[in-house]
């Protein structure tokens, strides 16, 4: 039987906003040596009470499909979608990334920055820090081409995902 190669899956969940809850949720993931690549979190109805935690971890299609059930037997999840497999999805993340030069790889880096839609949210006469959103592959490409015009410091948000279309995680 051949084994299926390692992904990268998107699971969302809905969870009640309380002391504890991520905590449990990390536990799953640590207790079983499954690996979280991106994670975020923060309440998303009205009144504070029902958080949006968008995990990205890697693993075979019956490790996603484990990791799911088992996330799902936690008290305080309400929901929980694995988008790779669900359907189409959106999926961006934000970064800053911080640019030390002068010279000529600061003139580059500006050029650069221009090409990916960065934009200039802090400038010195030696350092820029960039804002860049999209997908994490467009993020890497970024600073890997930064990587030699001085970078010196990136802060990244992890995936926000969400449904493409009128589908939503609270409809099965």
């Known amino acids: 039987m051949q084994q299926e190669a ?12 309380e002391s504890g809850a991520l905590a449990r949720i990390i536990g799953l993931f640590s207790g079983r040596g499954y690996n979280i690549r ?7 109805d009205e009144h504070g009470l029902v958080s949006r935690v968008n995990i990205v971890t890697t693993g075979t299609l019956a490790d996603i499909r484990q990791i799911k059930a088992q996330i799902e037997r936690l008290t305080p999840v309400s929901r929980a979608v694995d988008l790779s497999s669900a359907g189409p999805h ?27 839609r960065a934009r200039a949210v ?48 609270q409809t099965p």
């Open 6 to 17: 390692p992904g990268s899956a998107v699971i969302s969940l809905l969870v009640d906003n």
């Open 90 to 116: 959106v999926a961006r993340e934000m970064a800053l990334i911080k640019v030390v030069s002068s010279g000529e790889p600061r003139t580059e880096a500006l050029r650069i920055a221009d090409a990916f």
């Open 38 to 44: 991106s994670l975020t979190v923060a309440p998303v």
């Open 122 to 169: 802090d400038t010195t006469a030696t350092s820029f820090v960039f804002e860049l959103t999209g997908s994490s592959d467009k993020l890497d490409s970024f600073i890997e081409l930064m990587r030699p015009l001085g970078l010196a410091e990136v802060s990244r948000t992890g995936i926000a995902a969400i449904c493409r279309g009128p589908q939503t995680i």
